[in-house]
Nanobody
Framework: QVQLVESGGGLVQAGGSLRLSCEAS????????MGWYRQAPGKQRELVAL???????NYTDSIKGRFTISRDNAKNTVYLQMDSLKPEDTAVYYC???????????????WGQGTQVTVSS
């Protein structure tokens, strides 16, 4: 099994910064895309940012220029640097990874348990 564990959430004032981390562990042969999603109360989970295995990135419009996704393949870890935070960024942030456990195995999606980010005005 593959486990994803997020860290780095918390309470911050508007305009502040947080850095989220997500480490994948367990039986892992390869990880392809990794990403961050978020879900605010009463809303559907939405994509925030994606990074491919080669390092290409994709961001949702509402956070472009404020958030930066990166990864350390040696550590099986993805990061989300969040700057200029706004109250509307308040949500539970979830890490996602496409991984397979053996050379000939199937790719599967894995999710972390989520970390709360709260931005006060």
């Amino acid at each position: 099994q593959v486990q994803l564990v997020e860290s780095g959430g918390g309470l911050v004032q508007a305009g502040g910064s947080l850095r989220l981390s997500c480490e994948a562990s367990g039986r892992i042969f390869s990880i392809n895309a990794m990403g961050w999603y978020r879900q605010a109360p009463g809303k559907q989970r939405e994509l925030v940012a994606l990074i491919s295995g080669a390092g290409s990135t994709n961001y949702t419009d509402s956070i472009k220029g404020r958030f930066t996704i990166s990864r350390d393949n040696a550590k099986n870890t993805v990061y989300l640097q969040m700057d200029s935070l706004k109250p509307e960024d308040t949500a539970v942030y979830y890490c996602n990874a496409d991984a397979k456990q053996t050379r000939w195995g199937m790719w599967n999606h894995y999710w972390g348990q989520g970390t709360q980010v709260t931005v006060s005005s």
